[in-house]
């Protein structure tokens, strides 16, 4: 009886030690990790793995910060069979690399730990699939609005948008804020940019669809009415500086904004760390997308991937773990480089950080893109898809071409080299 009590100690402990975490495996060894941003943001993720490095002792993290031409190194390391273990992904990129073998499916772990994928933003998660298989999860998404220069509206007596203004709003407040000294703009009513953000955001105000069945769909008249949008600022209006003035003049269109040259400028919420410290001299603040008959929010974002050659899978997917947890991404969030993936967070006070006022990033979440910009790149061609509406659009914002002409010729290339079979 004394050897059977003794014994049934003894299992009790064991149970007990496992159930604490004693009798579980500790993770070891070195880890990689790859991503872009900024200095601020560099800064916050080097605390972010030595806090996971504090967790797990016997684990060292080798964080690979690449802010300039990623996918180049990136592309260097995986011919050289030295792929980092967790790295980022834009959305356009996820089908690409998941096809060719370069991304662990993801699935199997989130059976192990379902809070990876539980609770997430409606429309976002899709963009980490192919062929409905899960290869990379999200970290943010990327609210696109309107940053506003609310000293040049008082200024010129009027009155801030809200966010129910129109197109039709949009472009009549650019000219009234657009100013001419002599043959020279001083002041821009506007600022656009050639950048995916900004033409799938005008693109589809109207309800068009820029890809359909497998097909670039630019002359959609729908499609040619929001970018229309986009060119009249531009060319007819001349509220904007078009791409070739930009160059000229050595700044950026975000540049622009930020030194107070221009009084709107769309962009994403990844603006909100830098013009946090460089807009000192004005007051500015964000609001929703002017309407066209619809809003329609772009999915941006890096999302987080682990290689398929990964020698330790469950290290690097405990790592991506603690890149999602709760805690990593309030402290990353907290920057205002973009919103949180999990709702539960987007709701939790001090993680959308202010200014500016978050009521205008939050409301995009009703209006987020799950069907045209993911049929796009879940083709695996998106990349080279990019290229051809970039040069055609910078034919027309620069003049040289209309916008008909521009979305015509786009489906016309698009469908015969890109998406051909």
Not at 90 to 106: F, H, P
């Amino acid at each position: 009886m004394k050897r059977f009590l003794v014994a049934l100690a003894a299992a009790a402990l064991i149970l007990t030690l496992a159930a604490c975490g004693g009798g579980s495996k500790k993770l070891k060894g070195e880890v990689s990790f790859m991503g872009w941003g900024d200095e601020a943001e560099r800064v916050m993720y080097d605390k972010v793995f030595k806090d996971f490095e504090a967790k797990n002792p016997g684990v060292k993290v080798n964080y690979i910060f690449t802010p300039d031409d990623y996918y180049t190194k990136l592309q260097t390391m995986i011919a050289g069979n030295t792929a980092p273990d967790v790295f980022y992904l834009a959305e356009g990129r996820v089908a690409q690399y998941a096809k060719d073998g370069v991304c662990l499916e993801l699935d199997p772990f989130v059976k192990k730990y379902p809070e990876l994928t539980k609770d997430f933003v409606e429309g976002v998660l899709r963009y980490g699939t192919y062929q409905d298989k899960l290869y990379a999860i999200p970290k943010d998404w990327q609210p696109v609005v309107m940053y506003i220069n609310e000293d040049i509206f008082k200024a010129a007596g009027v009155a801030l948008p809200t966010s129910d203004w129109t197109m039709d709003d949009y472009r009549a407040i650019a000219k009234k804020l657009t100013k001419v000294e002599g043959k020279k703009t001083v002041q821009y009513g506007c600022a656009v940019e050639n950048y995916r953000a900004d033409w799938m955001t005008f693109g589809a105000a109207y309800g068009g669809e820029w890809f359909k069945d497998g097909k670039s769909n630019w002359s959609d008249p729908n499609i040619v009415k929001g970018m229309s949008v986009m060119r009249d600022v531009i060319v007819t209006d001349k509220s904007s500086p078009s791409p070739a003035a930009v160059s000229s003049m050595g700044q950026s269109q975000s540049q622009l904004f930020e030194t107070g040259k221009v009084a709107m400028f769309p962009s994403g919420r990844w603006a909100v760390p830098t013009y946090r410290e460089t807009c000192k001299g004005f007051a500015w603040s964000a609001v929703e997308m002017p309407k066209g008959t619809t809003r329609v929010n772009p999915i941006i974002t890096a999302a987080l991937t682990c290689s398929a050659k990964a020698k330790n899978p469950e290290l690097a997917v405990a790592l991506l773990r603690h890149v999602l947890s709760d805690e990593s991404l309030s402290t990353v969030m907290s920057l205002g480089i973009g919103l949180p993936v999990y709702q539960h967070l987007v709701d939790k006070p001090g993680v959308v950080s202010e200014p500016p006022a978050a009521a205008p990033f939050k409301a995009a979440a009703a209006y987020i893109d799950s069907k045209v910009q993911y049929a796009a790149v879940s083709t695996t061609k998106f990349a080279q898809f990019q290229d051809i509406i970039s040069a055609q659009l910078d034919l027309a914002f620069n003049g040289s071409i209309t916008m008909e002409e521009a979305c015509a010729a786009i489906d016309k290339k698009a469908n015969a080299e890109v998406f051909n079979n």
